[in-house]
């Protein structure tokens, strides 16, 4: 399994400001995705960060209101830009495992904006 | 219709019973099973992984997989206080494409 940290652990922002969530894996790793938890969803996938290009975003989710950073193989970064009150979540980094599909997860950031 | 379908809950049990949780799915070419625990304020953590129809043991933990009905199931065997949680059902459905239940609130009372 992999050993992912992820910090800030929670933040209280204000609307319009921008928080950015970094998240550091203890291997190298090809990928590593973006979710969000919203309060009884399901785990929404924001984007996948690849080392050394653009991140693939999905349906829903843009870059200027998500910029996310991939400088090197163990780290990633995630901004959530100009805040609202809806952009309160928890938001999770993720990567695969190394030999097979699963999925592990970083401790999460519960973002709450006022 | 939603491709993963999960109770809510909560599910509240006494301590020592034998709990069960339920995901159904429609695409029937996911192929890859995986059960998540996550505790209040923190990431999922992995329980259970399975890829094929039947059952695998580890621990109290059960998962059971039943393709021909896309059901699968967590038990859980003498449940503990500690095993308060919400649980995810999670499906492998393509490269990269993970589809999530909407967890499913568990208490067990001591």
């Known amino acids: 399994s992999a050993v992912i940290s992820q910090k800030p652990s929670r933040d209280i922002c204000q609307r319009g400001t921008s928080l950015t969530i970094q998240c550091q894996v203890d291997?190298?790793?090809?990928?590593m995705f973006w979710y969000r938890q919203q309060p009884g969803q399901s785990l929404t996938l924001i984007a996948t960060a690849n080392q050394g290009s653009e991140a693939t975003y999905e349906s829903g989710f843009v870059i200027d209101k998500f910029p996310i950073s991939r400088p090197n193989l163990t780290f990633s970064t995630l901004t959530v830009s100009n805040m609202s009150p809806e952009d309160s979540s928890i938001y999770l980094c993720?990567?695969?495992?190394?030999?097979?599909?699963?999925?592990?997860f970083g401790s999460g950031t519960q973002l709450s904006v006022l | 219709q939603k491709e993963v379908e999960q109770d809510p809950g909560p599910l509240s049990v006494p301590e020592g019973a034998i709990v069960s949780l339920n995901c159904t799915y429609s695409?029937?070419?996911?192929?890859?099973f995986m059960w998540y625990r996550q505790y209040s304020r923190k990431g999922p953590e992995l329980l259970m992984y399975t890829y094929s129809s039947g059952n695998k043991e580890d621990g109290r933990f059960t998962a059971q997989v039943d393709k021909s009905s896309k059901y699968i199931s967590l038990f859980i065997r003498d449940s503990q206080p500690s095993d308060s949680a919400t649980y995810l059902c999670?499906?492998?459905?393509?490269?990269?494409?993970?589809?999530f239940g909407t967890g499913t609130r568990l208490k067990v009372l001591a």
């Open positions: 695409n029937s070419a996911f192929q890859y």
């Open positions: 993720s990567v695969e495992g190394r030999s097979d599909e699963k999925l592990f």
């Open positions: 291997s190298q790793v090809t990928m």
């Open positions: 999670a499906m492998e459905g393509g490269t990269y494409k993970y589809i």
